[in-house]
């Protein structure tokens, strides 16, 4: 690929690919096969399945290619056809423009062409379409070319069905396999045999899976973890509500405030991309009009007056910046205007415009992610429409979390037709997607403030970034060998360390060096090398007639070449990344033996489980020390390039050091409850924040103190937020504790957590015992390390840079330890 795929990206890749291969091995026996990729969206399902397409293609480490595979790719629209190849086309570095085949009505092949993709709407299969019509210019009708595929190519077609949730629904018993996408799963008598592999892709799965079961397929589902997606940062996190309080006239003045809401995006990104030496994102707003009136006119809503609040809002755009996707499909005059029509597809890459006008919906071929403000003119008895479009407009526009500016992981949405029981109704719709949308927080305007750094504040920032920080990596456990090798390669490619690939990879072969060193002279580990090339056969003598055989002479002969590769391979997909390959060839480079024995003493060596397990604990050992020996220079870099080295940390198999990297401006609730000395605050100076009464508490006794200069809320589960590791059953998880607090002593900045903590929590001791934990590391670089445990209305401190504190914290595990422990202290 051209990209580098996020970690759940290649985890569903890597499942996605053995999901196919097993389908075409099991096809061949003439059982009938399904895979089932469903995943949110905006996560990816077109790269992911182009990477899968790759390596069943090209083959990878584990696999040898299929170069005569061949793809048909079913989709209900032209457009959307479109926009996959051309996602593919500036995606893949291994599909080239002449493999993705577009099927129109000049096809005419006895077979799909091997080594393609080829693309299909299923419009041009109905009836009376020249496509599936034999003729004097025809050949082969489509539905012969599909036949003849299918036997020519056993095990090596595969019929992936896009957006799989549509035109699953059989009407009735009688009508199986009436639509065209039934046709493929369920064949067709007299036109098509059921395709022996069929791939499904969609963010709703539901119903292609329920027609799956009804047939005798077996069905390989691959699922994505929705939270995964989230976490990676190609959706925004947050949708902000803007509607009037109050039932009047408001739809223009809105318009204006949407308005207003590009130009701070426009100027936000701006600014951001210039600091980062990025290309620039030019946002969009999207106006979602009202449909056709009765006389006639293009919509009930006046985009012609429209036009006109937009033009002294943002100044005298030229014509080319206003554009349409009505269905219409042409430039469409408009007052004074000439509106342009552009295709759905076509926006994302037009430059020019900056206004969309579009009526019911933009979802048929609609993927881009610079539409950053949306405001819509429509009645609140159209809410699906919009969370339809909103499900779209959340995809971020670098594919990634923006940590510096929060305000750039966010939508605002301007609906004036709206009153606070429908906007409730969006709310709910939002907030529970039922269509595959992605899961994002719904937010009112109102609730909504921003946070700008205080003046005079570096210096507090610089003392919180110097501070320890964790990140625990998620129950998935990731490959610490491709953790190490995909550090290496950005090491490389960064200039941070050019020999750095040489020495992952001499790290992991030395680990397989030093065993084989260890076990060559192994009597045991002769015999079985020796064991593994030779079989023994023995012969049955059947004499006809008779009840059963006689024993005969029995034989050995030597391993098959093609069979001694089978146990090379697999000892390569546990090993992975090629590491198999690269030592055997220094083992058969030395001239010291030959090819096959090399690869069985590899195989042999890897039969241990304990080996293992040492060449990923190495890999560990290797990126941890990478990370803090490149992280000043990787703190250097912009914040595009630090992200893949955060995606790294967070394929840690235990919980890791991490460098704290605070944003320049926030977003959070806003509230009645105003702070001084946060190092966070609003246009008035202050931070907006609403705390239970033992919080308030703990922070007006902490700001009241003279030697306290700035305090920081730690906010939970943020990617700037200082992360403490605890563990729970052996699984490790992520807590924040609540305060950082800045004193100034003496000219020299230190730095308090203070963290109030009930003790009737589920989780409370297991909390109190990780805390203790990060103390006993690194109390020396905190002036305290508080925990305050809360019963009732009664509150204990117990700091823990103490070490006889800390060590009657750290074995808490029960809640009736904790609770004594509590009791006991004064």
């Known amino acids: 690929m051209k990209i580098i795929l996020k970690d759940f990206q290649e985890a569903a890749v890597s499942k996605l690919v053995r999901h196919l291969r097993g389908a075409s091995r099991d096809s061949l026996s003439g059982d009938r096969q399904s895979v089932c990729l469903s995943s949110t969206t905006g996560s990816g399902k077109t790269v992911m399945l182009t990477r899968a397409i790759e390596l069943i293609l090209d083959g990878d480490d584990e696999h040898v290619p299929i170069k005569d595979a061949t793809f048909l790719w079913v989709t209900d629209d032209p457009q959307l056809n479109e926009q996959t190849r051309k996602k593919m086309v500036a995606t893949s570095s291994i599909l080239k423009s002449e493999q993705l085949v577009v099927v129109d009505a000049s096809f005419d092949e006895e077979t799909l062409i091997p080594g393609a993709v080829h693309f299909i709407n299923i419009q041009k299969l109905g009836k009376e379409k020249n496509l599936i019509t034999p003729g004097d210019k025809r050949t082969y009708s489509f539905w012969e070319t599909i036949r003849n595929t299918i036997d020519m190519l056993p095990g090596k077609f595969f019929v992936v069905i896009d957006e799989a949730h549509r035109g699953?629904?059989?009407?009735?018993?009688?009508?199986?396999?009436?639509?065209?996408?039934?046709?493929?799963?369920?064949?067709?008598?007299?036109?098509?045999?059921?395709?022996?592999?069929?791939?499904?892709?969609?963010?709703?799965?539901?119903?292609?899976?329920?027609?799956?079961?009804?047939?005798?397929?077996?069905?390989?589902?691959?699922?994505?973890?929705?939270?995964?997606?989230?976490?990676?940062?190609?959706?925004?996190?947050?949708?902000?509500?803007?509607?009037?309080?109050?039932?009047?006239?408001?739809?223009?003045?809105?318009?204006?405030?949407?308005?207003?809401?590009?130009?701070?995006?426009?100027?936000?990104?701006?600014?951001?991309?210039?600091?980062?030496?990025?290309?620039?994102?030019?946002?969009?707003?999207?106006?979602?009009?009202?449909?056709?009136?009765?006389?006639?006119?293009?919509?009930?809503?006046?985009?012609?007056?429209?036009?006109?609040?937009?033009?002294?809002?943002?100044?005298?755009?030229?014509?080319?910046?206003?554009?349409?996707?009505?269905?219409?499909?042409?430039?469409?005059?408009?007052?004074?205007?000439?509106?342009?029509?552009?295709?759905?597809?076509?926006?994302?890459?037009?430059?020019?415009?900056?206004?969309?006008?579009?009526?019911?919906?933009?979802?048929?071929?609609?993927?881009?992610?610079?539409?950053?403000?949306?405001?819509?003119?429509?009645?609140?008895?159209?809410?699906?429409?919009?969370?339809?479009?909103?499900?779209?407009?959340?995809?971020?526009?670098?594919?990634?979390?923006?940590?510096?500016?929060?305000?750039?992981?966010?939508?605002?949405?301007?609906?004036?037709?709206?009153?606070?029981?429908?906007?409730?109704?969006?709310?709910?719709?939002?907030?529970?997607?039922?269509?595959?949308?992605?899961?994002?927080?719904?937010?009112?305007?109102?609730?909504?403030?921003?946070?700008?750094?205080?003046?005079?504040?570096?210096?507090?920032?610089?003392?919180?970034?110097?501070?320890?920080?964790?990140?625990?990596?998620?129950?998935?456990?990731?490959?610490?060998?491709?953790?190490?090798?995909?550090?290496?390669?950005?090491?490389?490619?960064?200039?941070?360390?050019?020999?750095?690939?040489?020495?992952?990879?001499?790290?992991?072969?030395?680990?397989?060096?030093?065993?084989?060193?260890?076990?060559?002279?192994?009597?045991?580990?002769?015999?079985?090398?020796?064991?593994?090339?030779?079989?023994?056969?023995?012969?049955?003598?059947?004499?006809?007639?008779?009840?059963?055989?006689?024993?005969?002479?029995?034989?050995?002969?030597?391993?098959?070449?093609?069979?001694?590769?089978?146990?090379?391979?697999?000892?390569?997909?546990r090993l992975n990344e090629g590491l198999h390959k690269i030592w055997w060839r220094d083992r058969v480079n030395n001239g010291s033996v030959d090819r096959e024995k090399a690869k069985l003493e590899l195989f042999a060596l890897c039969t241990d489980p304990s080996l293992i397990k040492r060449v990923e604990s190495s890999a560990q050992e290797r990126v941890q020390s990478w990370l803090s020996a490149h992280r000043t220079a990787i703190s250097g870099l912009d914040e595009g390039s630090r992200a893949q080295y955060t995606e790294i940390r967070n394929l840690a198999a235990s919980p890791e050091l991490s460098p704290l990297v605070y944003p320049a401006a926030l977003q959070a609730r806003a509230s009645d409850g105003r702070w001084a000395k946060h190092l966070y605050v609003s246009a008035d100076g202050d931070y907006q924040a609403d705390f239970n009464n033992v919080e308030?508490?703990?922070?007006?006794?902490?700001?009241?103190?003279?030697?306290?200069?700035?305090?920081?809320?730690?906010?939970?589960?943020?990617?700037?937020?200082?992360?403490?590791?605890?563990?729970?059953?052996?699984?490790?998880?992520?807590?924040?504790?609540?305060?950082?607090?800045?004193?100034?002593?003496?000219?020299?900045?230190?730095?308090?957590?203070?963290?109030?903590?009930?003790?009737?929590?589920?989780?409370?001791?297991?909390?109190?015992?990780?805390?203790?934990k990060f103390a006993a590391k690194h109390a020396d670089r905190f002036g305290r390390i508080e925990l305050i445990m809360v019963d009732g209305s009664t509150t204990k401190t117990f700091d823990l840079t103490s070490e006889t504190v800390r060590n009657r914290v750290r074995g808490l595990k029960l809640h009736n330890e904790m609770k004594r422990l509590f009791d006991e202290a004064p």
Not at 698 to 718: F, H, M, P, T
Not at 725 to 739: C, I, L, N, Q, S
């Open 168 to 573: 699953m629904i059989e009407e009735t018993a009688q009508e199986e396999a009436a639509t065209i996408v039934q046709k493929f799963i369920k064949g067709s008598p007299g036109e098509v045999p059921a395709v022996p592999i069929v791939v499904g892709i969609s963010a709703t799965p539901e119903r292609f899976n329920r027609l799956i079961v009804g047939t005798s397929r077996a069905n390989r589902p691959v699922d994505v973890d929705v939270a995964d997606v989230r976490e990676s940062g190609l959706i925004k996190d947050t949708i902000v509500l803007h509607h009037p309080k109050r039932e009047q006239p408001a739809d223009m003045t809105l318009l204006r405030e949407a308005a207003s809401a590009l130009k701070r995006f426009t100027a936000q990104w701006a600014g951001y991309c210039a600091a980062q030496e990025e290309f620039t994102v030019q946002p969009l707003l999207i106006v979602q009009v009202e449909d056709s009136g009765s006389k006639g006119a293009i919509s009930e809503t006046d985009i012609a007056e429209a036009i006109r609040m937009l033009r002294n809002e943002l100044g005298d755009f030229v014509s080319s910046a206003f554009a349409h996707s009505f269905q219409e499909g042409t430039t469409l005059t408009i007052g004074a205007d000439e509106v342009r029509y552009i295709a759905p597809s076509e926006i994302q890459n037009d430059f020019d415009v900056r206004v969309i006008f579009f009526k019911s919906s933009l979802n048929t071929g609609w993927d881009c992610p610079r539409a950053e403000v949306m405001m819509s003119f429509r009645t609140a008895a159209d809410f699906t429409y919009i969370a339809q479009l909103v499900g779209r407009m959340v995809r971020a526009p670098l594919a990634r979390r923006i940590v510096d500016n929060e305000l750039l992981n966010t939508v605002p949405l301007y609906l004036p037709h709206y009153d606070s029981k429908a906007l409730q109704r969006i709310i709910s719709k939002l907030s529970k997607p039922d269509d595959g949308a992605p899961p994002i927080d719904i937010e009112k305007s109102d609730d909504v403030v921003e946070l700008q750094r205080a003046l005079e504040s570096d210096r507090y920032f610089a003392a919180l970034s110097a501070l320890p920080s964790y990140v625990v990596p998620r129950r998935r456990k990731a490959n610490q060998v491709r953790r190490l090798m995909k550090f290496a390669r950005l090491l490389t490619n960064d200039g941070i360390d050019v020999n750095a690939v040489a020495t992952a990879r001499d790290t992991l072969t030395g680990v397989l060096n030093a065993e084989y060193e260890r076990q060559k002279n192994d009597p045991r580990f002769k015999e079985m090398i020796e064991g593994k090339r030779r079989i023994a056969i023995e012969a049955i003598n059947w004499d006809v007639g008779a009840l059963a055989g006689r024993t005969g002479s029995s034989t050995e002969i030597d391993i098959a070449a093609e069979n001694v590769e089978d146990l090379f391979e697999a000892t390569g997909r």
């Open 696 to 772: 308030r508490a703990v922070l007006n006794q902490e700001i009241g103190r003279s030697d306290v200069s700035a305090w920081l809320r730690n906010v939970d589960r943020k990617p700037w937020a200082l992360c403490v590791p605890y563990d729970v059953d052996g699984e490790d998880r992520a807590m924040y504790p609540d305060f950082l607090v800045v004193r100034d002593k003496d000219g020299q900045l230190i730095v308090d957590i203070i963290d109030p903590h009930a003790i009737s929590l589920a989780d409370a001791p297991a909390k109190a015992a990780g805390l203790a």
